[in-house]
């Protein structure tokens, strides 16, 4: 059975870090990638990486955030750094296999000004 497990959310204020972790387990997983849904909006792909390790970036957070994994762990994680008001969103992990993909439970991120 597929989990994902995210971790790491909270209050921050504008300027701040936040480090996001995604715990996955049940599976190889070829590529995982962080999206954001904030209310009324629909959901973004914030950044993606490969197995391999090529990674990219919503030009929104380039510069800002970077993406990385231990694959020994299966773990995920994103740093977010430099944090503005408009990245307040849930955060959510997303694993894909090579048939299916998963979402995890999100992870709330608010920033205040």
């Known amino acids: 059975q597929v989990q994902l497990v995210e971790s790491g959310g909270g209050l921050v204020q504008a300027g701040g870090s936040l480090r996001l972790s995604c715990a996955a387990s049940?599976?190889?997983?070829?590529?995982m990638a962080w999206y954001r849904q904030a209310p009324g909006k629909q959901r973004e792909l914030v950044a993606g990486?490969?197995?391999?390790?090529?990674?990219n970036y919503a030009d929104s957070v380039k510069g800002r955030f970077t993406i990385s994994s231990d694959n020994a762990k299966n773990t995920m994680y994103l740093q977010m750094n430099s944090l503005k008001p408009e990245d307040t969103a849930v955060y959510y992990c997303k694993a894909n296999t090579q048939w299916n993909h998963y979402w995890g439970q999100g992870t709330q991120v608010t920033v205040s000004s």
């Open positions: 049940g599976s190889i997983f070829w590529t």
């Open positions: 990486i490969s197995r391999g390790g090529s990674t």
